[in-house]
Nanobody, 125 residues
Framework: QVQLVESGGGLVQAGGSLRLSCAAS????????MGWFRQAPGKEREFVAA????????YYANSVKGRFTISRDNAKKMGYLQMNSLKPEDTAVYYC??????????????????WGKGTLVTVSS
């Protein structure tokens, strides 16, 4: 099992930046990929970004491409989501998740088997 704790959420003005962190513990050796998802009020959870734990290959939703950067520090067992040029549409609860399997679409939430409790990001206009 893997435990995940997100941090770094808060209130930021449009155009500003925020950096989210995800601390992993437990059986971190089993992590194949880490992803970030978000859920806005009245909407379904949507994919934001993902990174393979070993190789560092990254994937982004079109809505955040060029603005967000996902990264990880394997030694520190930490994942990060750097969010720049934030828009009010980015307002959501952001969730960190990890996948322990080697196949499946990384942009689908069903691909992931461990989830954090989320951190709220609010972007004001």
């Amino acid at each position: 099992q893997v435990q995940l704790v997100e941090s770094g959420g808060g209130l930021v003005q449009a155009g500003g930046s925020l950096r989210l962190s995800c601390a992993a513990s437990g059986r971190t050796f089993s992590i194949y990929a880490m992803g970030w998802f978000r859920q806005a009020p009245g909407k379904e959870r949507e994919f934001v970004a993902a990174i393979t734990w070993s190789g560092g290959t990254t994937y982004y939703a079109n809505s955040v491409k060029g603005r967000f950067t996902i990264s990880r520090d394997n030694a520190k067992k930490m994942g990060y989501l750097q969010m720049n040029s934030l828009k009010p549409e980015d307002t959501a609860v952001y969730y960190c998740a990890v996948s322990s399997v080697y196949f499946g679409d990384l942009n689908r939430d069903r691909r992931y088997d461990y989830w954090g409790k989320g951190t709220l990001v609010t972007v004001s206009s």
